[in-house]
């Protein structure tokens, strides 16, 4: 098996993601302290924060995914055979 370098691509990925869950974790702060400030009840977040956050989820989930080496064997003799 050859090892491969991690994508750059999947760095960015992962990058714009992480990103992107700050600012959505960022407007959320925001978001309530601006309902404590008017004395406001509110039950549920805005949309655009939840697609928001969904989004950088998602981006991050594809990013580790592009990041991630391939997955190894795992045989009963190589672990035994260790022992």
């Known amino acids: 098996m050859a090892v491969q370098a991690p994508s750059h691509l ?6 714009i993601g992480f990103l992107l ?3 959505s974790g960022y407007s ?3 978001h309530l302290s601006y309902l404590k400030a008017i004395d406001g009840h509110e039950s549920g977040l ?9 989004a950088s ?9 592009l990041v991630a080496d391939d ?3 795992i045989l009963m003799e190589t672990e035994m055979a260790k022992q």
């Open 10 to 15: 999947g760095r960015l990925v992962c990058l």
């Open 21 to 23: 869950i700050f600012h």
């Open 28 to 30: 959320t702060f925001e």
């Open 46 to 54: 805005p949309l655009d924060i939840v697609v928001e956050l969904l």
């Open 57 to 65: 989820v998602a981006l991050f989930g594809i990013g580790i995914v």
């Open 71 to 73: 997955f190894k064997e």
